[in-house]
C-alpha cells in the first residue's frame, strides 16, 4: 500500500530499518548502508547481488520473514541463480521489490569488501605558484578623522605593500572583516585568490595555507591534502566512490541519472558528502582544521566531472558524445556543498573529449609527453581505459571501456582489491598445480593452508590470464584445452573451467575458478586497449614504441609481464615499461600548486586530438585482430623465450 513501510533485516551486519513498500532490496541496501555488491547498477545481468530471503519468525528481530513478501521483477537467468537456489529462497536484490517485513541474508561472495584503495602520492617536484596566497597586514586603526571602510583599508594596505590593485572580497569573508580586525589589534591575515578576491580573513599572523587535490575515479576517490606554502604532502585520504551504488559503470549511473527520481541530485550529493569525508579525515591526520582548506584542484573522466558538478550527463551517452565544458571551472566549494573555508573556489581540471576527461588532462601535465622526442604510450589502467600516444610533434588520446573486465566486474568470481582477494597467481607448467597469494597475506596458499580467498581481483586476474596461456591451459584464440589432464579441469553445462583456488581454501563454500566467458572477457578488454593503440600508431605512422607508461593506482600493482603476455598494448623493451603511481591525481596536485599548469592544462587539452575507435576503417579487422593471446598477426621480439611456440 502507498506509504506504508516494512522492516528489512540484512544479515549478517545485522543493519535493519524501515523502508518504502516496493522498493528493491538493492535500493534499501543503498538506503541503509548494507554491505551488498551491485557491479552492474541494477540492472539484473551481473548476479553479484544475489541474496537469500529468511523464512520464518525472528524474535529478536520482531520479525516474521517470508518469501511471499517479495515480488520478483522479472525472471532471472540460471546462469546467474540456479533452479535450485530460488526454491531455496536465492534471488537477485536488484530484481526483487518488498511489500511486506523480510530477513535478508548476504552471502560472503556478495558483500561489498571494504576496498584496498592504492593511490599513495608520488615524490614530485613541483614549482609552486598557489591559486590562493596568504598576506600580513597591520592596519591603521580607523578613527573619527579616517573613517575609511574596513575593506577599503585592506585593500589600500594590500596595495602600498604588496602591489595587489582591484581586489574583490568574498561575501562570507566580509561578513566576518569588521570583527576579526578590531579582535586582533588591526592585525590580519588575508587569503587572496588568484590575485583577484579577498576568499578569507583571519586574526593574527596565519603563514600556513592549505589545498586539497582530488582524483575522482569512476571506482576510487582520492585525496591529497598539501601545504600550499611547501608543497609537501601532509596527508592521504581514499575511499571507494559512493556511486559505486548506483552503478559499476559510467553508462549506468548515466541511465540512473536520467531516468530515477532525482538521480543526478543522488548521484552528485554522495560524491560531495564522500570529499566532505575526505577533508576531515585528512585535516584530522594533518592536525588542522577543515575549514583551513583554501584550496581544491579536482580531476575525474567527462562523466564523473558532470555528475560532480551536477551537469546533466546525458548528452556523454549519445552520439556525438559532446561534453557541457571543454574548458577548465572555477566554482565556490559552498555552492557545490562542500565544507572548507567558506569562500574557497574549486579548480576542476579541462576535458578533451566525451570519454577523455580532466582525469586524463591531470596524466598530461604530470607525464608532459609534449615536451618529448620518444614515443611515448601512456596508458591509465581504470574502469574507462584511457590512452595517449606521441610526442612533442602531435599527441592523440583515445578511450576504451576496460576497466569493468580488469576489475573483476565481468569475471564470474572477479571482485575489488579487498581484503582475500587473489592478487598473485602462478601456475606450475607441469603438474597445472596453483599456487596464489590474496590481498592481506604476504604467504602463498601453499604456506598458509587457511588462506581464506574470497574471489580474484585486477592483478589477480592479469596474472590469471597470462598463466593459463603459458602453460597451455588455453591456446591463442582463447579457448580451453579441452584435452587436459588435471582433476584443476572439468567441462559443466555452462563451459569448461579451470580451477585457481579449491573450496578449502576460500571462505566462499566452493571453488574459486576461471571459465570460458572469463577469458572472453579479458579478451575483450585487453583487445580494446591494444586496438586503441595499435589505431593511434597507424595514424601516427608510427610502428615502434620508445616507452609505455602504466599511470593509475592499479597499473602499479598489475604485473607489467602478464601484461604484456596477453597483449595489453603493443610490443616494447621490457626496460622501457614502468609504471608511475596515480599520474591523474599527481596532475591534480599539480595544478593546485601551479596555476601556470592550470594554464597549460588548458591549452594543452585542446591540442591533443581525440580519436574516436569505432570510426576507424579498420576498426573491427584491428579489433578481432588483438583479441588473440597477445596477438593474431603482430611480432613480439621483446617477448621470445617467454611466449609459446
Not at 83 to 111: M, N, T, W
Not at 467 to 489: A, C, W, Y
Not at 574 to 582: D, E, I, L, S, T
Not at 596 to 602: F, I, L, P, Q
Request: proline fraction near 4%; hydrophobic fraction near 40%; charge should be positive.
Amino acid at each position: 500500500m502507498p506509504g506504508q513501510k516494512f522492516t528489512v533485516v540484512f544479515q549478517p551486519s545485522g543493519l535493519r530499518g524501515k523502508v518504502a513498500d516496493g522498493v528493491s532490496i538493492l535500493d534499501a541496501a543503498r538506503e541503509l548502508g548494507a554491505p551488498l555488491e551491485s557491479v552492474c547498477g541494477g540492472k539484473g545481468t551481473c548476479g553479484k547481488c544475489k541474496i537469500k530471503i529468511e523464512e520464518g519468525y525472528f524474535a529478536k528481530y520482531r520479525v516474521n520473514s517470508s518469501l511471499s513478501s517479495v515480488e520478483t521483477i522479472k525472471a532471472t537467468p540460471e546462469k546467474l541463480i540456479s533452479k535450485r537456489q530460488f526454491q531455496h529462497g536465492y534471488r537477485l536484490a536488484c530484481q526483487s521489490r518488498i511489500h511486506g517485513d523480510i530477513v535478508v541474508f548476504v552471502p560472503e561472495e556478495s558483500r561489498q569488501g571494504q576496498q584496498v584503495v592504492r593511490k599513495e602520492a608520488t615524490e614530485r617536484k613541483i614549482k609552486l605558484k598557489p591559486a590562493v596566497r596568504k598576506y600580513y597586514l597591520e592596519l591603521k586603526p580607523a578613527t573619527l578623522h579616517n573613517p575609511l571602510g574596513d575593506f577599503e583599508r585592506v585593500q589600500a594596505a594590500l596595495a602600498e605593500r604588496y602591489k595587489l590593485g582591484d581586489l574583490t572580497i568574498d561575501y562570507q569573508a566580509l561578513l566576518k572583516l569588521q570583527n576579526t580586525v578590531r579582535k586582533s589589534g588591526w592585525k590580519l591575515t588575508v587569503s587572496v585568490w588568484k590575485q583577484q578576491e579577498i576568499i578569507d580573513v583571519e586574526a593574527g599572523q596565519s603563514a600556513r595555507g592549505y589545498g586539497l587535490a582530488v582524483d575522482i575515479g569512476t571506482t576510487t576517490v582520492a585525496g591529497y591534502l598539501c601545504d600550499l606554502t611547501s608543497g609537501k604532502v601532509l596527508a592521504t585520504d581514499a575511499m571507494m566512490n559512493p556511486q559505486v551504488a548506483y552503478g559499476e559503470d559510467l553508462m549506468s549511473r548515466i541511465g540512473y541519472a536520467a531516468k530515477a527520481k532525482d538521480g543526478l541530485k543522488k548521484l552528485q550529493q554522495v560524491v560531495i558528502r564522500g570529499l566532505n569525508q575526505i577533508a576531515a579525515r585528512a585535516a584530522a591526520k594533518a592536525g588542522i582544521k577543515r575549514a583551513q582548506i583554501i584550496d581544491i584542484a579536482v580531476v575525474g573522466n567527462t562523466c564523473i566531472h558532470h555528475l560532480f558538478l551536477g551537469i546533466d550527463p546525458a548528452q556523454l551517452g549519445r552520439s556525438p558524445f559532446v561534453p557541457a565544458i571543454h574548458h577548465s571551472v572555477d566554482v565556490k566549494a559552498r555552492d557545490l556543498g562542500l565544507k572548507i573555508a567558506a569562500g574557497a573556489y574549486v579548480h576542476v581540471l579541462p576535458n578533451e573529449a566525451g570519454f577523455v576527461g580532466a582525469d586524463n588532462v591531470g596524466v598530461l601535465i604530470a607525464e608532459e609527453p609534449y615536451n618529448q622526442d620518444e614515443m611515448l604510450l601512456i596508458i591509465d589502467i581504470g574502469t574507462n581505459g584511457e590512452l595517449i600516444l606521441g610526442n612533442r610533434k602531435k599527441l592523440l588520446s583515445t578511450s576504451c571501456a576496460t576497466g569493468p573486465a580488469f576489475e573483476g566486474a565481468e569475471i564470474r568470481h572477479g571482485m575489488r582489491a579487498a581484503p582475500g582477494a587473489i592478487e598473485r597467481v602462478r601456475i606450475d607448467p607441469a603438474t597445472k598445480e596453483v599456487q596464489f597469494k590474496v590481498i592481506g597475506n604476504e604467504r602463498w596458499n601453499t604456506e598458509d593452508k587457511n588462506i581464506g580467498a574470497r574471489g580474484i581481483c585486477g592483478s589477480g586476474i592479469f596474472d590469471v590470464a597470462a598463466q593459463v596461456f603459458l602453460t597451455g591451459i588455453i591456446d591463442k584464440s582463447g579457448r580451453f584445452n579441452i584435452k587436459l589432464k588435471t582433476p584443476r579441469f572439468r567441462v559443466k553445462d555452462n563451459g569448461p573451467e579451470f580451477v585457481i583456488a579449491k573450496a578449502k581454501e576460500t571462505t566462499i563454500g566452493h571453488d574459486i575458478v576461471i571459465c570460458q566467458k572469463d577469458i572472453r572477457a579479458i579478451q575483450l578488454a585487453k583487445g580494446a586497449m591494444y586496438c586503441g593503440a595499435k589505431i593511434m600508431m597507424q595514424k601516427l605512422g608510427v610502428d615502434q614504441l620508445d616507452r609505455v607508461i602504466l599511470a593509475g593506482a592499479f597499473g602499479s600493482y598489475i604485473d607489467k609481464t602478464s601484461a604484456a603476455i596477453i597483449g595489453l598494448f603493443p610490443d616494447c623493451d621490457p626496460k622501457r615499461v614502468y609504471a608511475v603511481g596515480n599520474a591523474a591525481g599527481d596532475g591534480a596536485r599539480i595544478a593546485l600548486l601551479n596555476t601556470d599548469k592550470r594554464k597549460e592544462a588548458d591549452v594543452r587539452a585542446r591540442q591533443v586530438e581525440y580519436v574516436e575507435l569505432t570510426v576507424a576503417p579498420d576498426f573491427n579487422m584491428t579489433f578481432t585482430r588483438a583479441l588473440a593471446f597477445p596477438h593474431q598477426v603482430d611480432k613480439f621480439p621483446h617477448l621470445k623465450g617467454l611466449l609459446p611456440e
